[in-house]
């Protein structure tokens, strides 16, 4: 099947002033991706997300207008944009994980397994339940760090981080729990449960890792109580 191909004219780009080093001034730059020394690749073949087409950017000597400078402070202006990225992850995983619930719960209640409905079996019963709770849980995070972002200067970025930790590693886990009620439809290709399982972990890698959200929230966490 052909792969969608990157279409974007313009991008964002965050350049170095000066020198490469980690303390370099930045300054974000739309650039015309018709410029002369720019090449694109084909589209990237990943294993989720299949529907948004991805490739790489090459610039070689590209000369680029002072006027193509956003007025934003750099690397702090970007993280604007990181921010809002944020709360795009964890809806979706607010959405993966209503997902899961539903596909599971049509599942549960009509297929039959030793003689009676799955939706019948504790085990199952506590699966989805728990699904229910963190969906729960995940939406009100979302909404509050969707309130903080809209209040302006890119929001509380702890919150934030929190939204984004909870809801797509939540979203991950019931995926793996979807595809286990599903049994051996679920690992196949025709199931709704196997992509949920690969769009979930794309979202824990997406907008910083959840290794580093973790990371962020526990050093806020100890410098609260110091």
């Known amino acids: 099947m052909d792969r969608p191909r990157p279409y974007a004219a313009f991008n964002v780009v965050l350049a170095k ?5 980690r303390d370099a001034e930045t300054v974000a730059l739309v650039i015309d991706l018709e410029s002369d ?3 694109r690749s084909g589209p990237l073949d990943l294993m989720s997300f299949r529907g948004m087409p991805l490739g790489e950017l ?3 000597d590209v000369k680029v207008p002072a006027g193509s400078a956003l007025k934003v402070a750099g690397f702090k202006g970007m993280m604007e944009g990181i921010n809002l990225a944020r709360v795009d992850a964890a809806s979706y995983g607010c959405g993966f994980i209503k997902a899961a619930i ?3 719960a049509v599942r549960a209640n009509n297929r039959t397994a030793f003689g009676q409905p799955l939706s019948n079996i504790q ?3 506590t699966k989805i339940g728990l699904m229910a709770t963190d969906y729960e849980a995940a939406r009100l995070l979302t909404l509050a760090a969707s309130d903080s972002f809209a209040l302006g200067h890119g929001g509380d970025p702890i919150l934030l981080s929190k939204a984004k930790l909870f809801s797509t590693d939540a979203a991950m886990r019931h995926a793996v ?5 599903f049994g051996a439809l679920g690992v196949h290709h025709s199931s709704r449960v196997q992509r949920l399982f690969r769009d979930s972990k794309a979202l824990q890698i997406f907008d910083g890792t959840s290794e580093i959200h973790t990371l962020m929230i526990g050093r806020d966490a100890l410098n609260a109580h110091r």
């Open 123 to 125: 085990v199952i019963q």
């Open 102 to 104: 539903r596909e599971c």
């Open 177 to 181: 729990e979807a595809v286990q009620i």
């Open 58 to 60: 090459t610039f070689n």
């Open 37 to 39: 020394g720019i090449s």
């Open 17 to 21: 002033l000066d020198h490469d080093g």
